[in-house]
Antibody
């Protein structure tokens, strides 16, 4: 079965950093684009970043450009999101999803930015 | 950026009755490869999103056939033929034709009347 499992969320102060991870299984990870999306408390879904199969193409929503970096390790079947200069408005559940059409989602990991 | 607009935002439905959600895009979602990348997601209370429909009308594996998607160009619809209790939640449309960014609708909350 296809599975993606996020980890690494937590409470961080404004201006701080956090690194999210997503462990994939049940499919050939290196063959798929991968996606990070997020959902602020009580709000809708928002795409955050995408990366292609070999990591040569990366895209970000404007609000995180220059602060977040998406990366992957195909040998470890893992996706990452390095988040720097965090702001209160980055508080959300962060989801990892497979592909450019978001076919499979994980359970999410909560990031809270607060002093 | 493509703006996705859903209506209604709240939809109370009697169990066993049909439900219909509209999604409109600010530009045509027909891709240069001829496909239309319009997806529908279900998010039950307390759960992560689940894709139900991709490319307008293709049901994902395990999705009950009471769910159907239709539409073309800029106008799309998700229909539930007979609402069941497990269908309560928020439904989102999303376009994956003109990226970046990938964009979602605001969500439609389906509840039992």
């Amino acid at each position: 079965d296809v599975q993606v499992v996020e980890s690494g969320g937590g409470l961080v102060q404004p201006g701080g950093s956090l690194r999210l991870s997503c462990a994939a299984s049940g499919f050939t990870f290196s063959s798929y684009w991968m996606t990070w999306a997020r959902q602020a408390p009580g709000k809708g879904l928002e795409w955050v970043a995408n990366i292609n199969q070999d990591g040569s193409e990366k895209y970000y929503v404007d609000s995180v450009k220059g602060r977040f970096t998406i990366s992957r390790d195909n040998a470890k079947n893992s996706l990452y999101l390095q988040m720097n200069s965090l702001r209160a408005e980055d508080t959300a559940v962060y989801y990892c999803a497979r592909g450019r059409e978001f076919a499979y989602w994980g359970q999410g990991t909560l990031v809270t930015v607060s002093s | 950026d493509v703006v996705m607009t859903q209506s209604p935002l709240s939809l109370p439905v009697t169990l066993g009755q049909p439900a219909s959600i509209s999604c409109r895009s600010s530009q045509s979602l027909v891709s240069s490869d001829g496909n239309t990348y319009l997806n529908w997601f279900q998010q039950r209370p307390g759960q992560s999103p689940r894709r139900l429909i991709y490319r307008v009308s293709k049901r994902d594996s395990g999705v009950p056939d009471r769910f159907s998607g239709s539409g073309s160009g800029t106008d799309f619809t998700l229909k539930i033929s007979r609402l069941e209790a497990e269908d309560v939640g928020v439904y989102y449309c999303m376009q994956a034709t003109h990226w970046p960014p990938w964009t979602f609708g605001q969500g439609t909350k389906v509840e039992i009347k």
